[in-house]
């Protein structure tokens, strides 16, 4: 409850913390309170800062990806992309949209991930390709997968956090707010 009090009164930080954090560094939110309180019994509803640009999961366009392999080779579909890009390239908003979705389906999603290695990989390489995203005005990722809905947001200065409820796992639902300063972040 210290940790939801702190939230409530300074907002979020990204601490040292990297516990629970499979996709890198950042502020988890989930799509349902089920889901939220996986984590943990103490829910913090939140709301994402007016203009929040999220990108969200979806199949990729292989064409895009087909036109950057010959434009660079292989090596650039990889999340080790930055080191066969050049310089002086700078990725078009759509061709790093449609290579985080290739990496999400074929590091992420690939019943091969474990087994060679490559969720490992995508891991290692987070930082330089939200970097990318971030270039691009994104400020977060989500996935809207209907058991495990979950944002990512990067920067914890655009969510705001709104109110702290105890999750009920006999009833299956969140009790009302749980009387905790509330946030002056407004």
Not at 102 to 108: E, F
Request: net charge positive; charged share 20%.
């Amino acid at each position: 409850m210290c940790y939801a009090h702190s939230i409530m009164t300074h907002g979020f930080s990204l601490g040292r913390e990297h516990w629970g954090r499979g996709w890198g560094n950042g502020v988890y939110l989930s799509g349902t309170e089920a889901f939220a309180s996986t984590w943990g019994q103490i829910i913090i509803a939140c709301k994402l800062r007016a203009g929040a640009r999220i990108l969200w999961h979806t199949d990729y366009d292989a064409k895009v990806i087909r036109s950057l392999y010959r434009e660079y080779g292989k090596a650039i579909t990889t999340p080790e992309f930055w080191k066969v890009l050049p310089h002086n390239k700078r990725f078009t908003r759509n061709e790093i949209i449609q290579l985080w979705h290739y990496w999400v389906s074929r590091y992420y999603e690939s019943t091969r991930r474990f087994r060679t290695g490559r969720l490992a990989f995508l891991q290692k390489n987070y930082s330089r390709i939200y970097k990318q995203l971030k270039q691009h005005g994104y400020v977060g990722v989500g996935f809207r997968d209907i058991e495990w809905p979950e944002i990512l947001v990067f920067n914890p200065s655009v969510v705001r956090p709104i109110s702290v409820h105890r999750w009920n796992h006999n009833k299956q639902l969140s009790g009302g707010p749980i009387p905790v300063i509330r946030s002056n972040q407004d």
